[in-house]
C-alpha cells in the first residue's frame, strides 16, 4: 500500500479547513481564577482516568496547554459518554444536545465544569466553535449508524470522532498555518482506526460494527464470524491489511509534526506513535482481538519516548516509514 488516497478525503479537507477561514474571535470566560482552576483539575483527574496514553502525552507539554489539552479531552469524553449510554437515558438525543449547548457557549454554568474548562481553553488558544461542533455531530452518528459499508464512510465519521480533536489541539500547541491541516486529518483517521481494530469485540458487544463491510464481504468473512470470533486465515489477512492501511496513515501524517510549535511537537509525536503501538501489539498477538484487548505496557511506552523525541526535534519524520 503505496498511499493513502481515499475518495473523501477532498472533502473532508475542505470541511477541515473551513473553520479556519470563517472563525470568530471567542469571548473571554468571566468566573473567578479559584472556580476555574477547579474545572481545570476535574478535567485532569477525567483525563487521568479514562486515558494513560492521552495523560502522558499531555504531561510532555508546558502548564498551561497541558490544562488545556486536559480540558479538550474532559469535553470529548463527556460528548462520547452521552452517546455510548444511549441505552441507559431516556432520550440521548435531548442529552446530547442539551451538552451541545452548554459546551459551546460562550458562558456555561459555572457548576459545569467541564464546559466551562472548555469555554475558556477555546477563549484562550482561539479554537474556532465549528471544530467543537463538528465533533458532536460525529459522536452523534453512532445514535443512528450502526455499520459502515465503505473505508469512506468510516474516514468521514472518524474526521468527525478524531480529527477533529486534532484540529483544536493543534490550536493549542500552535500551527504554521493550513498547510498542517491534510496531516491533522489523517492523523486523526489512524488514530480512530486503532480504535476500531482494537475494540472490535468490545464494539460488537454493544450493537456496533465499524469495520468496512464491502471489505469483509470482499475477502470472504461476514458479520457471524465477528459474532463467533473465529480467527481463521482470512481474518489475519483482513486485519493485516486493515493494520497495514492505519500504519501508512500514520506515515504520511508523521511529518506534519514539524509544522507545530517546538514546544508541542513530542506531545504530539508521543501519542500518536504509542497509540500506533498497538496495531504493533495486535500483530504480535496473531490479530487476535477477541480474546484479549491490545495496549502498549508502561514500560513499552517508556522505552519508546526517546526515540520519539529524537523523530519529533531531528529528524522531523523525513523518513517515516524507518520508526517503530
Not at 25 to 49: G, K, N, S, W
Not at 123 to 150: F, M, N, S, W
Not at 222 to 229: F, T, Y
Not at 243 to 250: D, G, S, T, V
Amino acid at each position: 500500500m503505496e498511499t493513502c488516497t481515499f475518495l473523501a478525503e477532498q472533502v473532508l479537507l475542505e470541511r477541515a479547513a473551513e473553520p479556519l477561514r470563517n472563525r470568530l474571535l471567542p469571548e473571554p470566560v468571566m468566573v473567578d481564577p479559584q472556580t476555574l482552576d477547579r474545572a481545570y483539575a476535574h478535567c485532569e483527574a477525567i483525563t487521568r482516568f479514562h486515558s494513560r496514553t492521552f495523560y502522558l502525552a499531555a504531561s510532555l507539554l508546558p502548564r498551561n496547554q497541558r490544562r488545556a489539552v486536559h480540558a479538550l479531552y474532559a469535553f470529548c469524553r463527556v460528548s462520547d459518554d452521552l452517546v455510548d449510554r444511549a441505552g441507559e437515558d431516556g432520550c440521548p438525543e435531548e442529552a446530547l444536545n442539551a451538552w451541545r449547548r452548554r459546551a459551546l457557549a460562550s458562558h456555561p454554568p459555572a457548576d459545569d465544569q467541564v464546559a466551562l474548562a472548555w469555554a475558556d481553553t477555546r477563549a484562550r488558544y482561539c479554537i474556532p466553535l465549528q471544530y467543537a461542533e463538528q465533533l458532536i455531530e460525529g459522536v452523534a452518528y453512532d445514535l443512528r449508524v450502526k455499520r459502515y459499508h465503505t473505508f469512506d464512510d468510516l474516514a468521514v465519521y472518524a474526521y468527525g470522532v478524531a480529527s477533529t480533536v486534532g484540529l483544536m489541539a493543534m490550536h493549542i500547541v500552535g500551527f504554521a498555518g493550513e498547510r498542517v491541516i491534510p496531516y491533522a486529518v489523517k492523523l486523526g483517521i489512524a488514530l480512530q482506526m486503532t480504535n476500531i481494530l482494537r475494540d472490535v469485540a468490545e464494539d460488537w458487544q454493544a450493537g456496533r460494527l465499524y469495520l468496512p463491510l464491502e471489505e469483509l464481504i470482499d475477502i470472504g468473512l461476514s458479520e457471524s464470524d465477528i459474532a463467533c470470533g473465529r480467527m481463521t486465515d482470512r481474518w489475519r489477512d483482513f486485519m493485516r491489511f486493515q493494520i497495514e492501511r492505519a500504519r501508512c496513515l500514520y506515515a504520511e501524517s508523521m511529518p506534519g509534526i514539524a509544522f507545530l510549535d517546538p514546544t508541542g511537537r513530542f506531545a504530539i509525536a508521543a501519542a500518536a506513535e504509542l497509540y500506533r503501538g498497538i496495531l504493533d501489539d495486535i500483530e504480535a498477538n496473531d490479530w487476535d482481538i477477541f480474546t484479549r484487548r491490545a495496549y502498549v505496557s508502561r514500560w513499552g511506552k517508556a522505552r519508546r519516548l526517546p526515540g520519539i523525541w529524537w523523530r519529533a526535534y531531528v529528524t522531523a519524520y523525513r523518513q517515516t516509514r524507518a520508526y517503530s
